[in-house]
T-cell receptor
Framework: KAGVTQTPRYLIKTRGQQVTLSCSPI?????VSWYQQTPGQGLQFLFE???????NKGNFPGRFSGRQFSNSRSEMNVSTLELGDSALYLC??????????????FGSGTRLTVV | AQKVTQAQTEISVVEKEDVTLDCVYE???????LFWYKQPPSGELVFLIR??????QNEISGRYSWNFQKSTSSFNFTITASQVVDSAVYFC??????????FGTGTLLAVQP
């Protein structure tokens, strides 16, 4: 079955611009989480969506937002880009069976470079 | 506070050597989940194993084995007879009741031919 698909794979933006990243989870997975990976801060949780609702949120400024559609596809948006937003953004999907959650499947990520 | 510590930043071994990656975690929760992920240069995080806090049974899967010890809050990962294809960054992660993974800083494993 198809894995988690993230588009685009690479992106270069200018400071002050905004960007939208997309994530299509594995079919049947209703939970989508986003993570930011940078050399300095490592892997950090951004937010999680389940059934079109944001269920958990990490410690990121309001410039970072997201949404989930009825087909479970998710987008994240970063407004007023800063150089420090340059990172690999990873999306993970899961079946969300609570304690029986069998793990998360990650996409290949979107590498965002802000210049 | 929830925290995952991977004290080994980089490990270099020669092919066919055994290598153990260390992971120490902190949590006050009684129910939690521990994971190991592998990140090759392509960037994707590849799921290796999950363990529940109430299941301390250790496991061997092919060349991989895991040692989970609640008494020392450790969840170590061993690769037996390492291969060049094992070269990657390995992450240990902790999950509590919410669907949020707390990752360690990762261990870069370089397997030399």
């Amino acid at each position: 079955k198809a894995g988690v698909t993230q588009t685009p794979r690479y992106l270069i933006k200018t400071r002050g611009q905004q960007v939208t990243l997309s994530c299509s989870p594995i079919s049947g997975h209703r939970s989508v989480s986003w993570y930011q990976q940078t050399p300095g801060q490592g892997l950090q949780f951004l937010f999680e969506y389940f059934s079109e609702t944001q269920r958990n949120k990490g410690n990121f400024p309001g410039r970072f937002s997201g949404r989930q559609f009825s087909n479970s596809r998710s987008e994240m948006n970063v407004s007023t880009l800063e150089l420090g937003d340059s990172a690999l953004y990873l999306c993970a999907s899961s079946t969300d069976r609570g304690p029986l959650n069998y793990g998360y499947t990650f996409g290949s990520g979107t590498r965002l470079t802000v210049v | 506070a929830q925290k995952v510590t991977q004290a080994q930043t980089e490990i270099s071994v020669v092919e066919k050597e055994d290598v153990t990656l260390d992971c120490v975690y902190e949590t006050r929760d009684t129910t939690y989940y521990l994971f190991w992920y592998k990140q090759p240069p392509s960037g994707e995080l590849v799921f290796l194993i999950r363990r529940n806090s109430f299941d301390e049974q250790n496991e061997i899967s092919g060349r991989y084995s895991w040692n989970f010890q609640k008494s020392t809050s450790s969840f170590n990962f061993t690769i037996t007879a390492s291969q060049v294809v094992d070269s990657a960054v390995y992450f240990c992660a902790l999950r509590r009741a919410t669907n949020k993974l707390i990752f360690g800083t990762g261990t870069l494993l370089a397997v030399q031919p």
